[in-house]
Structures are given as structure tokens and as C-alpha cells.
């Protein structure tokens, strides 16, 4: 058993540490999370410590997930009345490219032939984390692997997103932020940031966006791509 | 001490409207996630005009801004499924490429199809 207190503690200084070091180099591949979910499934396997154990000493941490969720109203409240002109555009954006993602990773998965909590982790994977692991729970997935795979998917999209769209034509700092938001959640709106203003508050706009419609629309999506493939 | 103050009242209202949503959802056996209709709730008193948004502001910053800390116990959690890792490593890195690349695509394209003005 690990107290709450010491489970705690630990991954709060290991969050700090590991954000330093990203804020020292600045590279998306040294993604504080990513470390830090690394590092403590390396400690927790090679010190034989129960997963359990971890995650009920860590509650209060996890706690906090359903209330960031909550959170998000604000920044969607302050940019409302600057994305207004756009929210139509914005909308259909996120529509387009969440669909685009669950589509995709379910006729991958069908492809692989791969068991249905595997498919139900892996439907919700372009949007913020706490989002994702709500709708892998409504559909009965792997919140364990949901979580890695966003991460990554962020970070991918952090490293490699803004050539990417410059090979695709796209040139106005505004549509990269759109497609990064609602691609790469935090990570790549973090990317978008450091690359334009404009970008940075366009991408944090479809990120949210694209949360709200993620919750609401890939649930109906899954079961109907279910409907037509039996 | 007026700073902790102000932080537990803004994350007062924070629980709040997740266990207002929490209870709804409930209460009407809805499909949608509590927090999601909480995220709404919340967005509906800020936009009426019944909650200002500096009385969020104390709490919403830090959790805003350290959300990726609250991903981490969840993560860790893939320690259990090390064998689907090994197992469906083809899927998992096609899914990996694939997903952000094509959504970056297609989302890049059509939002570039807006006029947008500096």
C-alpha cells in the first residue's frame, strides 16, 4: 500500500521536475506528461508496486480531471466574442476532422481485426485528455492506452504538424491554428502558439470546440459505424 | 489568505456545476458526460451574465494551466496493458500516424477556405 500523501507528493515533484526540464530545452518530444506516465510505470514495474495502489493513492490528483472539464467554460467564455465572425468555420472544422479521426481509427481497427475495448480506447484520441478518457469510459474502452495515444498524437502533431500543413498549402497563421486545434489538442495549440498570436488563439478556440462536440457526437458516430459494419 | 480564500470559492463553484450536472445526468439517465453538461452550465452562467468571470479566474488558472498533471495516474494505467501494446503495435502506430496526419490535412483545408483579416 502507498499512502495518499506520498503518492501524491511523488507525482507532483516528478510533474515539476519533468516540466523544468521540458521549459529548459523546449522540445515537444519532452513532453512533461509523457515523462512523467514513462518514469512511473518504469517505477511502479520494476519496484513491484500494484497499479491499484497508485491510482487510489493518487485520487485527489485524479480528482481534478471531471473539474479541468468544467474549467474549459472560461477560456470559451473570454475568446467568444473574437472567434464569433469564425465559429461557423470553426465548427464544421472540428466536425470534419474529429469524424475524420474516429472514421479512420475505426477502419484501422477493424482492419486489425482488434477487440472492442481496444476500438472503444482508440475512437476519441484528437481531443484534450480529459475529454478522452470520459468518452472511452461511456463507451467502455482503455483509459490506460486512450491516454498514452492522445499524448502522443499531441506530440507527433507538435513536432511535425506546422510542416505538414505548410506541405499542404495551407499558408494563414489562422487555418494552421484551426487544424492544430482541433488535430492536437494542448500539445499542438501549444505549438500553434509559438509559431503566430492569431494561430495560438485560433487553435485554443477548436480545441474547445472541438471538446464540446467530441463528448457530444463521437458516441452516435461509434455506434453507427458499429451499425454498418455488422 | 484572501488569495486562498477567493481560489476554494472559485473551486467551490467549479463542484458545483459538475454535481448540478452530475445530478441532471443522473436524475434523467443522459448519455452525455456530467462533466461536458458541467462545462455547459457553467458557460450558460457566464454568458446570462450571472457569474462573472473574474470570481473563476483564482481557480481556473492553476487547473487550467496544470491540467496535464491530472492525465498522469490515468496513464500509468497502461502498465496493464502491455501485452495489447506488443500485441497490436502495427495498429497502434498506423492509428498514430495516420489519425493527426489526416485530420491536420482535411481540417487545414477547409479552415483554409475562410477569409480571415489581421
Redesign the interface.
Known amino acids: 500500500m502507498i499512502n495518499i500523501l506520498v503518492g501524491c507528493a511523488f ?2 515533484v516528478l ?1 515539476a521536475i519533468m516540466r523544468r526540464i521540458n521549459h529548459r530545452w523546449r522540445s515537444p518530444i519532452l513532453n ?2 509523457l515523462l ?2 514513462v518514469l ?2 518504469a517505477i ?2 520494476f519496484g513491484d508496486i500494484d ?1 491499484i495502489d ?2 487510489n493513492a ?1 485520487t485527489p ?2 480528482f ?15 475568446q ?1 466574442h473574437a472567434i464569433r465572425p ?1 465559429l461557423m ?2 465548427g ?3 466536425f ?2 474529429i469524424s ?2 474516429t472514421i ?2 475505426f477502419m ?2 477493424h ?2 481485426s ?1 477487440p472492442e475495448p ?1 476500438m472503444a480506447s ?1 475512437m476519441a ?2 481531443v ?4 478522452t ?3 472511452t ?2 463507451l467502455s474502452g ?4 486512450a ?3 492522445v ?3 499531441g506530440v ?2 507538435g513536432v511535425f ?1 506546422l510542416s ?2 505548410t506541405l ?5 497563421p ?3 491554428g ?3 486545434g ?3 489538442h ?1 500539445i499542438g495549440t501549444a505549438a500553434a502558439m509559438e509559431h503566430h498570436p ?1 494561430a495560438g488563439a485560433f487553435a485554443s478556440a477548436a480545441m474547445i470546440v472541438s ?2 462536440l467530441t ?2 457526437w463521437v ?1 452516435v458516430l461509434f455506434t453507427l459505424l458499429q451499425g454498418i459494419i455488422s | 489568505m484572501m488569495t486562498a480564500l477567493r481560489f476554494i470559492a472559485s473551486l467551490a463553484i467549479l463542484i458545483g456545476c459538475l454535481w448540478a450536472a452530475k445530478l441532471i445526468t443522473a436524475t434523467f439517465a443522459l448519455n452525455l458526460p456530467a462533466p461536458l453538461l458541467g462545462l455547459l452550465i457553467l458557460f450558460g452562467l457566464l454568458q446570462s451574465g450571472l457569474l462573472k468571470s473574474k470570481y473563476l479566474l483564482p481557480a481556473c488558472n492553476p487547473i487550467l494551466k496544470y491540467m496535464a498533471l491530472f492525465f498522469i495516474p490515468a496513464g500509468v494505467g497502461l502498465i496493464n496493458y502491455m501485452a495489447i501494446f506488443s500485441q497490436y503495435a502495427w495498429l497502434l502506430a498506423s492509428v498514430l500516424i495516420l489519425v493527426p496526419a489526416l485530420g491536420l490535412f482535411l481540417t487545414g483545408k477547409l479552415a483554409s477556405q475562410g477569409r480571415f483579416h489581421d
Do not use: N
Request: proline share 5%.
Open positions: 507525482t507532483l510533474f512533461p506528461v512523467c506516465i512511473v510505470s511502479l514495474l497499479y497508485y491510482r493518487t490528483i485524479s481534478f480531471l471531471e473539474i479541468a472539464v468544467v474549467a474549459l467554460a472560461l477560456p470559451l467564455y473570454q467568444l469564425y468555420l470553426i464544421l472544422s472540428s470534419l476532422g475524420c479521426a479512420t481509427a484501422l481497427c482492419w486489425f482488434a481496444l482508440l484520441l484528437s484534450t485528455t480529459p475529454i478518457l470520459i468518452v469510459d461511456t482503455l483509459p490506460g492506452i491516454a498514452i495515444m499524448i502522443l498524437i507527433l502533431g504538424g505538414l500543413l499542404a498549402g495551407v499558408t494563414q489562422q487555418a494552421k484551426i487544424a492544430l482541433v488535430a492536437c494542448a492569431a471538446a464540446v463528448a457530444s458516441p
